[in-house]
């Protein structure tokens, strides 16, 4: 079955930074394009940032653009998502997704990370 499976979340100052993981499995990894999503306690989902299946194009939130750099590996089958210049506000349950080239909807989920940004 299809597991996606974040890693490298935790608490970190203001300021700082953290590097998140997504490792995929089960999946043709080249055949699905990336996003990475973030929900706050008591705020819905919210996308974050997207990576084409080669990683020649990306997008981002504007919350998080020029701080925020998501990357991928296609022979370890893994996306990152660098964050720089960490906010209180980027405080959030972080997740990554992927959806088939020809779709509009992520099809799979992880089960997210938890990032904590103190002021």
């Known amino acids: 079955q299809v597991q996606l499976v974040e890693s490298g979340g935790g608490l970190v100052q203001a300021g700082g930074s953290l590097r998140l993981s997504c490792a995929a499995s089960?999946?043709?990894?080249?055949?699905?394009?990336m996003g990475w999503f973030r929900q706050a306690p008591g705020k819905e989902r919210e996308f974050i940032a997207w990576i084409y299946w080669s990683g020649g194009s990306t997008n981002y939130a504007n919350s998080v653009k020029g701080r925020f750099t998501v990357s991928r590996d296609n022979a370890k089958n893994t996306v990152y998502l660098q964050m720089n210049n960490l906010e209180p506000e980027d405080t959030a349950v972080y997740y990554c997704?992927?959806?088939?080239?020809?779709?509009?909807?992520?099809?799979?989920w992880g089960q997210g990370t938890q990032v904590t940004v103190s002021s």
């Open positions: 089960g999946l043709i990894f080249e055949r699905y394009e």
């Open positions: 997704a992927a959806r088939a080239r020809s779709s509009s909807v992520y099809n799979y």
